[in-house]
Structures are given as C-alpha cells and as structure tokens.
C-alpha cells in the first residue's frame, strides 16, 4: 500500500492519526502511477496537500479553503486557492482553470455540514468530476453527533415515549433500543440521499414495475467508518 512508502509523521493532517488511509490506500492504489488533478475541500493549513502530492508522484493537486495561511506559497505541483464550498462559481473557474477536463479525485473534508457538503458535491459531481472519477465525503458520521450544529444522535421522537411504543416493540415492528429511528438530517442524511441515488434503476422504476427507471449517476457507492466514496458512473 502506498502510505507504507511514505514517511508520514512529516504531514501535518489529521487523516494520518484519524485512521483513513487504510480506507484510501485500496482506493486509490489504481491511480498511484497516474497523471491525475485531484482537489481537496477543505485544508486548513494545506499539510494534507503535501500528503497527496507525495502520495501521487505524477499529480497536480488542489485545494481549498476559506482563508490561506498569510506566508504560504505555492510548492510545485500544489495550487491552494481561497474560496468556499457552497460558492459553485468559485468552483467552476478553478476547475476550468486548473482541471479543465475534470478533476480525477475529489475530496471533500470541508464544512461536515449537510446543507454545505450537498452543494458542492452535486455541483462537483455532475460538472467538473471525470466519468469513473472518484469523490470522497469526510467525516459524514458528524450527522450522528449532538455537539455538531446538524447532528444528532440517536433519539426517540417523543410519540414513542407512550404506549404505543411499548406495543410495537411487542410486535417487533421498531428495534427494542440503541437504534436510530430517522436520521434525515445533517451527513447522515446526504448520505441517505447518496444511496437512494444508487439505487435509482429501481426508485424511478414504473409504477407497474413494467418500465425500466434511469441509471444511477454512480458507477459505485462504497461507505467506510467515516469516509464515503463515490465512483462517477463511466457513461
């Protein structure tokens, strides 16, 4: 695997201690060799940039973030741009400029806010990744958390603290506890979004089942601890 090859206490980035280049290591290891633009959302100082750089010798790499450090400059083959992620503007001039053909990689470690995170995956997505390319979301398990402005663990809605609680845990029709009941909001519920629009052939189906529905927008949708990835569906 690729980050065994590196040396990776010299990375100023959480994914390091986080854990995730054992989900990103058999991901990406295809693309290792190749000469591919990936853009990073959200990069604090821009010590992951570095990471990426090294860990694809033959890449240009992008990021962004609200704020550039006030000393940085640009190594070779590292571009760090100001801008936000809800800005689709913002986004399509830097990927006209930097990734004119698509970018190959796309990793959102931005904002872990639904409503942000929805906007420039969909827009990344459909205009500016190539077919076959790959969008990593970070940290979607935020959606779970009560501390984080759209999170929320699992909880009851308070209907359930009645009777008939009591009377479907008897029948078996809810789980007896400790289980989500609905988690439409935040990450957790873009990621709901994201396997409905996997499994589209079969949600856009006709109502008499005799008619097939459109294909999926997705080659494949693998979900990890923490870290989603998305393939572009090829055609």
């Known amino acids: 695997m690729r980050s065994k090859l590196l040396d990776l206490s010299k990375y100023d980035t959480d994914k390091i201690p986080n854990g995730y280049l054992q989900w990103y290591d058999p991901v990406f290891q295809p693309l290792v060799d190749q000469e591919i633009t990936l853009l990073e959302l959200g ?44 800005d689709t503007t913002f986004l399509s001039k830097a990927a006209e400029q930097l990734a004119p053909r698509g970018f190959d990689v796309i990793i959102d470690d931005a904002s872990h806010i639904g409503r942000l995170t929805r906007i420039s995956f969909w827009h990344l997505l459909e205009n500016h990744l190539k077919p076959g390319g790959l969008f990593v979301i970070e940290d979607w398990g935020t959606g779970y958390w009560d501390d984080w402005p759209d999170g929320r663990t699992c909880r009851k809605p308070a209907v359930w603290q009645s009777w008939c609680l009591r009377l479907f845990q008897k029948l078996k029709l809810v789980p007896d506890s400790g289980d989500a009941y609905n988690h439409s909001f935040g990450m957790v519920g873009l990621i709901k979004e994201l396997v409905d ?39």
């Open 197 to 235: 629009e996997q499994g589209a052939p079969d949600l856009t189906r006709g109502k008499l089942c005799n008619a097939s529905g459109r294909k999926s927008k997705f080659e494949s949708l693998r979900v990890f601890p923490s870290i989603v990835v998305v393939e572009k569906a090829r055609q």
């Open 43 to 86: 990069v604090f100082r821009g010590g992951s940039l570095f990471l990426w750089r090294d860990y694809f010798p033959r890449s240009t790499i992008v990021g962004v973030d609200l704020q550039r450090p006030s000393d940085w400059r640009d190594p070779e083959r590292i571009h760090f741009l100001e801008g936000s992620q809800e």
